[in-house]
């Protein structure tokens, strides 16, 4: 069977679906791999090292057209899906609430779409989770942004010329992304506190040397890690018992998202300006709305007091080379996870199981309709 990977079309995508070091894992499940001439260039990869992999590369014209699978970061568009053949397969983030287009293009070509936004979060599925392995991205390069913008040092400098203090982060959200920031201003020097509606992820943000915020409200645990919505009253209570950490903050770094929806309201226009000149906001949820009022995606803005509020987009793409190498990882374990063997020996065929839980999950369409996970009926 023929596994395709077209260039990325959304403007600002850097990443490419499958990287060269992968390569060999599919050819000795007995697949093809087609990849389009320039597809990697923006992440690292030319075509020359795909080609050294054992993947063809195609110079002119689709490599859509007559695919068994396709692998892409962002979900195919509209016009791409009708070029698919009936039955093929696509495996790319689809969001069912943001890529409404995509997913009707899909039940009208009768394609078979995978979203790893929907992979579970289960032991089994950690090494499919790209929501995972991107938010490691994102975590990393938000205290990058945050340094470069900040006017001070992150680490504590004793000098001949009088002592250095260190910076203050504050970190809101201690997911993945969050942990992730966490532990790279601890390596930078800085001094970091962290805070999260789920009580149960004290101990994570410990682990990482940092300070956990305790406002001692209601824990918001929700499911597959994430926390769950709040109400106003709460959310209220909490932008008031938060202020004075995010006062004193140097750098904020905020990562909170709930799947689906749009990002939390953490900090009001009124918290930033209680916040000093020069400090620096570093909002990786800005694309779904922000967790900081005022956010714009892929801007950043200076308030009337002197705060350098940046927003995220496309951060993962500003790693495109690891985030890319990650993200084939997560490909190709779910492709594998599809491929069919017969006593131990691939047979080069990629057949969905639906009784398997994560991809009865992952399925948002099959045979000319949506799709509705077995345990969510």
Not at 118 to 123: A, D
Not at 137 to 166: D, I, K, Q
Not at 240 to 252: G, K, R
Not at 303 to 331: I, Y
Request: glycine letters at 8%.
């Amino acid at each position: 069977m023929l596994i395709a990977v077209a260039k990325e079309v959304r403007p600002g995508e850097k990443r490419v679906a499958l990287v060269p070091d992968i390569i060999s894992k599919l050819t000795r499940a007995g697949l093809e791999v087609v990849i389009q001439s320039g597809a990697g260039i923006a992440a690292g990869y030319d075509d020359s090292a795909f080609e050294a992999a054992g993947a063809s590369v195609k110079k002119s014209g689709s490599v859509l057209t007559g695919a068994d699978v396709i692998a892409s970061v962002q979900p195919l568009n509209p016009k791409q899906m009708a070029t698919l053949k009936k039955g093929a397969i696509t495996i790319s983030f689809l969001s069912p609430t943001t890529a409404v287009d995509s997913i009707e293009a899909a039940v009208k070509a009768h394609v078979t779409a995978l979203s790893l936004e929907l992979v579970p979060r289960i032991s089994r599925a950690q090494s499919m989770d790209a929501l995972t392995s991107q938010a490691l991205c994102a975590g990393y390069r938000a205290v990058l942004v945050g340094a470069e913008l900040s006017p001070r040092f992150f680490p504590l400098l004793m000098t001949a010329a009088g002592t250095v203090t260190p910076a203050q982060v504050v970190v809101l959200g201690a997911g993945v992304a969050g942990l992730q920031a966490i532990a790279t201003a601890k390596r930078l020097g800085a001094v970091v506190s962290a805070y999260d509606v789920r009580p149960s992820s004290a101990d994570e943000v410990k682990s990482m040397g940092a300070k956990f915020i305790n406002l001692e409200l209601e824990a918001l645990e929700g499911s597959g890690g994430y926390a769950r919505e709040m109400t106003e009253e709460r959310a209220a209570k909490q932008r008031e018992l938060l202020t004075p950490y995010i006062s004193a903050a140097d750098v904020l770094i905020t990562t909170a998202a709930v799947p689906g929806r749009p990002a939390p309201r953490l900090v009001t226009a009124e918290m930033v300006a209680t916040m000093k000149q020069g400090a620096v906001i570093v909002d990786l949820a800005a694309e779904t709305g922000g967790n900081v009022e005022g956010s714009e995606a892929g801007e950043t803005i200076i308030t009337e007091n002197g705060v350098l509020q940046w927003g995220g987009k496309d951060v993962p793409s500003q790693l495109a080379t690891h985030a890319s190498m990650l993200f084939s990882r997560n490909v190709v374990n779910l492709l594998l996870l599809m491929t069919k063997s017969v006593d131990g020996k691939p047979t080069g065929e990629v057949i969905p199981d639906f009784s398997d839980e994560i991809i009865d999950a992952a399925t948002v369409t099959m045979n000319g309709a949506r799709r509705t996970p077995e345990g969510k009926k």
